[in-house]
């Protein structure tokens, strides 16, 4: 499979470039979108098939349609990145084709196959490449997707399923930029159970962090901390990041995968990095009480968030109804910068790829 096999509808009302500078000026994250989108339709019979770059358009979707009325549904997230040379690259792209297999096969979606991933990134990059940001640390964000489309309201897998790739450029995940966010406990929900979705990048998962995502911002907060949900004791992930700690003898912590912590591409690259520096990574299970002691006796010297969207973002403050304690001086810590310079330099270009992690696609 190769961008080949995709089949182009140019967008007859493209953005000129002056519209496109426009949009691309200052974006809010996810609100803007490219021309063009990649589809690809499964159906048992034919498997995947009409593969296709299309004009970016509203859906016509029946109102029966599984994904509306059961949730079958997995996305991924994952950007490309545009090089001093005009060269545009993606960082670890298998990982996040592997994750949405993985993903599909929680939800009862048909995988689609690596190379057709990989395929479709390609050619709908290729299309809008004018919209790839090259300016500071922005980027294309690029959102594969996948939903159940059969009009049935039977409570059984969709047999028709469509794939959808959309592009959105972006700069900073935050608005004001990188900076120190404050973190609210989840006070009385759980992201995941065991046995349950959390290992999959599902909707349903972001669709119940919501309202403790509101209680996070009602408390002047950034972002929501969920604890496990059997003994609401142990530190799991925010709502969209993974997590870690720096200990004063230069460890590093994160909570262990359990099957109810989404794995992800951004957590497993800082573990890798940690560790290649020499930096001892100890993958446990976390409790709350141990993380706040730590940073209260000093023990902890800095924490902060990892994902695709925010890539590092320093941990400044945790936060309860119970308490609320200042980690490290508040700012970001010599690793946690660190970190963050060092994979946005692989990632743009301005430090050797040593660990094959960027992948060309123009």
Request: aromatic fraction near 8%; glycine fraction near 10%.
């Amino acid at each position: 499979m190769s961008a080949e096999d995709y089949a182009v509808t140019p967008h007859p009302q493209a953005a000129t470039a002056e519209e496109r500078a426009g949009l691309m000026a200052a974006p809010v994250f996810g609100e803007v979108f490219t021309d063009h989108v990649a589809r690809a339709t499964w159906t048992p019979d034919a498997g995947w098939g009409h593969r296709r770059i299309e004009p970016f358009a509203d859906l016509s979707l029946h109102p029966g349609a599984t994904v509306l009325h059961y949730g079958q549904q997995v996305f991924e997230g994952l950007k490309a990145y545009r090089w001093a040379d005009g060269s545009i690259r993606l960082f670890r792209p298998e990982a996040n084709a592997a994750r949405m297999a993985a993903s599909a096969v929680r939800l009862s979606l048909p995988p689609v196959p690596e190379d057709d991933f990989l395929a479709s990134i390609e050619a709908l990059v290729r299309v809008d490449q004018e919209w790839v940001p090259d300016e500071g640390e922005a980027s294309l964000y690029l959102r594969p997707l996948l939903i159940g489309t059969e009009p049935s309201l039977a409570v059984r897998p969709s047999r028709r399923v469509e794939y959808m790739l959309l592009a959105c450029p972006v700069g900073s995940y935050f608005s004001g930029g990188v900076k120190p966010v404050s973190i609210w406990v989840a006070q009385g929900f759980h992201r995941a159970g065991a046995g349950g979705t959390g290992q999959a990048k599902t909707a349903g998962n972001y669709a119940a962090s919501m309202q403790p995502q509101q209680q996070a911002q009602d408390h002047g907060c950034d972002q929501v901390l969920f604890l496990d949900a059997r003994d609401d004791r142990y530190i799991e992930e925010l709502g969209g990041m993974n997590v870690f700690a720096v200990r004063r003898d230069g460890s590093v912590w994160t909570p262990r995968i359990t099957g109810t912590i989404l794995e992800g591409v951004t957590r497993a690259s800082v573990i890798e990095l940690l560790r290649a520096a020499g930096r001892e990574v100890v993958e446990r299970d976390i409790a709350l009480d141990e993380l706040r002691a730590g940073i209260e006796d000093g023990s902890v010297v800095e924490a902060f968030a990892c994902g695709t969207a925010a890539v590092v973002t320093p941990i400044a403050r945790l936060v309860s109804p119970d308490f609320d304690v200042l980690v490290g001086d508040g700012g970001a810590g010599a690793v946690t910068s660190w970190l963050r310079e060092t994979l946005t330099d692989i990632q743009y270009g301005r430090a050797d790829d040593a660990l094959g992690w960027m992948r060309r696609v123009l």
